[in-house]
Structure formats: C-alpha cells, structure tokens
C-alpha cells in the first residue's frame, strides 16, 4: 500500500476523534443528563455533558435507553460501552456526518427479538484518541513507531491503562447506580471501531471480570508492527466466560488488516475459543475504514454480544 494511504490512515486514527473491580474512585458528580433531541436521533437518548474523571480528561457520556425503559419498572438490562460516542447515535456530531445508526439497529433488533433489550452508553473521544486507545502494556521501550515512516511516539504519553480505569472505576459505577442495570461480566461489553477495536479488547483482557466481551471492528492491528497481537495471544483470558466479535473489510485501510486478524483468530483458537460460539471473525468484502461501512453492518456484532 502506498506511503500516501499510510498517512491518510494514520491521520485518520489520530484525529478520529484483573479481577474484580478495584475500589471505586468517585470522580466529580456528573451534571445533570440532558436530552438530545433531533432528526437522526431514535429513542431515548441523555447527555451527561463532560463526565468528569480523576484519571482522563473531561467528555461527554451518551446513554441510549432501550424501547420501555420508563414503563417497565422492574426490568434490569444489560449494558454495552462504547468508544468514539459522537459517532455512535447522531449524525450531526459524527466525525463523518455519518454516525454508527446504533440506535435505530437496537430499535429494530429489539422489536424482532434478535437481541436483549439493552443500555447502550457512547463515551466520546477526546484529542488524546491514540493515547487513550493504544493498548500500553503491548509496548516495550520507551518509544514506538505507529505508522512507517512516524516519527517515535512516547510510550510514557499512552494512557490506555487510565482509560480503562475511567470506564471500569468511575463510569460503570455510575452508570449502575443511574440507571438499571445488570452489573455482572456476562451482561456488560464493550465495542469500538479501528483503535476502539483495540482498546475494547484490551479492555476485556485486564478488567476481565467487568467486561464480559468485546466488539472489535476493523480493529487496527497493524499499529506499532502488530505489537498489540503479541499481547493478546499472551493475555486473552480462558474461554468459557468471555466472548469477542472480530470482523474487518477489504478497502481503504481495511486492507492492511486481513493477515493480522487471522493472527489474531489463530492465537484465540490456540486459547480454545470456538469459532462460531465464543468468538466470530468476518470479511467484509468491499467495505471500506468509515462510519457508513461499519453501520451498514453493525447489527451483526450486537447480535452476537446481546443475544437473547
């Protein structure tokens, strides 16, 4: 592939925009959840606008409530987190102008049975994207090479690490005490797209028993040599409790990524994932790097995490 397309892609990944929970760091009280109202909007959808955080920077947190939220009292439900969350549920504040159509893909699944009624919450990213997202634990040295022909990057300026501690220590807490939810691994996932494939599995791999599985999709493998599938092949927890949905496309950056997710697949299957149960890996022939590619096939990941 052509230097040009490398920079491109590189571009586009930075301005895009364990064991059991550790004590919970309390972070400054969220302001009051606002609704978001609009044309590209379906359902209920609240904004805690810049959740603060002891270990990140400020954002905003969307919560998607599921179809008979306010009427079913009783009712507890099972919660996907997601990553780039502008991009998740309204076009106007999507990178593209394009947004993930999550909400309308729940909408219908849930109306067809394909899949539990579920909480979906899009954690917006901030400048910081490739930090926040680059695995840090994959990393040896003091410096890495994302792209060929990048300039080192510091490793002491990746804090996926305080990430994940923001989602695991400070949002899932208040997202359980706010809403009703079914707290345990089995009921709570994670997803993202390209480096928010990365860190969702990151995420299951060192908060294993608060994440329960990961969406990965067109996950940037390539990054830094493949270091990042180095790690997962050492680190992916034992099967039976976790579950992790791979999938990439063949265009654009996408093309890159087909001889490392078999990598990544064949290191699972070494695990004793089983293809088909715990694990699923897709080709998307055609499919390009974008919001508009990954909506037009995001119903296949929910239905594999949130499957009645």
Request: aromatic share 10%; glycine share 8%.
């Amino acid at each position: 592939m052509g230097s040009g397309v490398v920079r491109i892609g590189m571009a586009l990944l930075l301005s895009v925009a364990s064991c059991a929970v550790l004590a919970q760091d309390v972070a400054s009280p969220s302001p009051p959840a606002q609704r978001v109202v609009g044309e590209g909007v379906t359902g209920t959808l609240l904004r805690h606008a810049q959740f603060a955080s002891r270990h990140v920077a400020a954002r905003n947190v969307d919560v998607w409530l599921p179809p008979g939220y306010d009427e079913a009292k009783d009712a507890r439900y099972p919660v996907l987190y997601m990553h780039d969350g502008q991009n998740v549920f309204d076009p106007s504040t999507s990178y593209t102008r394009v947004d993930w159509g999550v909400d309308e893909a729940m909408t219908r699944l849930i109306g067809n049975g394909h899949v539990r009624p579920a909480i979906i919450v899009a954690v917006w990213n901030t400048p910081r994207r490739l930090q926040e997202y680059m695995p840090r634990k994959a990393i040896q040295g003091e410096s890495f090479i994302p792209t060929p022909g990048d300039p080192p990057f510091p490793t002491a300026e990746i804090v996926a690490d305080a990430y994940l501690a923001f989602l695991a220590t400070e949002l899932k807490p208040f997202i359980d005490a706010q809403y009703r939810t079914l707290t345990g691994p089995s009921d709570t996932f994670v997803m993202g797209s390209s480096m928010g494939g990365l860190i969702s599995a990151y995420a299951v791999m060192e908060f294993p028993n608060v994440f329960g599985g990961a969406g990965c999709v067109s996950t940037h493998w390539p990054i830094a040599g493949g270091i990042v599938e180095d790690y997962v092949a050492t680190h992916v927890p034992a099967p039976g409790r976790h579950r992790f949905y791979f999938d990439y496309g063949t265009e654009a950056i996408d093309a890159q990524y087909e001889p490392h997710q078999q990598r990544v697949d064949a290191a699972m299957r070494a695990r004793g994932y089983r293809p088909g149960v715990d694990m699923v890996s897709h080709r998307y022939l055609g499919a390009a790097h974008n919001e508009a590619a990954w909506r037009d096939r995001i119903e296949v990941p929910l239905v594999f995490l949130l499957r009645p």
